[in-house]
């Protein structure tokens, strides 16, 4: 499925939007080069579960647990360099009781689940951006179908 977003605002509401979808134990896996809109549909994700404060890239922690119900944990996976150091941070249960979004997955693919959702974003201009989503798994793609039909115009006239 593919989306144009044409504003980093639209970006975060489509985000938003998948936060109605997903649940405990759903990861998202997040590609595309720097500056493309990772850390923003992160931070829209996180608004859509309802979490407040400041969602920032975690680049030199790694990975933070943003408290909810269910709680994201947030992964920059930019430092890694191994599938194995991703496992290594032990982040099971995190994994499994929240849901997940790793910017820069690329780097850890090999330790990701096979049930997720991959989302690509690339630039398209200034500030418009195509997002690439694919479900990987039963429930995923019926996630990913459900957020085809997402217009701005439809998040608009619910607000």
């Not at 693919?109 to 195509?130: Q, S």
Request: charged share 25%.
């Amino acid at each position: 499925m593919r989306i144009e977003s044409t504003s980093p605002e639209m970006t975060r509401r489509i985000a938003a939007a998948l936060a109605r979808l997903v649940a405990a134990g759903d990861l998202i896996a997040l590609t595309g080069p720097l500056g493309a809109g990772k850390t923003c549909f992160a931070q829209g994700l996180a608004a859509g579960l309802g979490i407040r404060g400041i969602v920032a890239s975690p680049s030199f922690v790694i990975a933070k647990l943003y408290p909810g119900s269910p709680g994201l944990l947030h992964v920059d996976a930019y430092r890694l360099t191994s599938a194995q150091e991703f496992i290594e941070l032990g982040l099971e249960e995190e994994l499994s009781s929240s849901i997940t979004v790793i910017e820069w997955a690329e780097n850890v693919r090999e330790a990701l689940p096979e049930e997720r959702i991959d989302l690509r974003i690339a630039t398209a201009g200034e500030d418009e951006r195509r997002l690439e989503m694919v479900g990987c798994g039963t429930r995923q793609e019926g996630i990913v179908a459900e957020l085809e039909g997402w217009s701005a115009a439809d998040e608009c006239a619910g607000d």
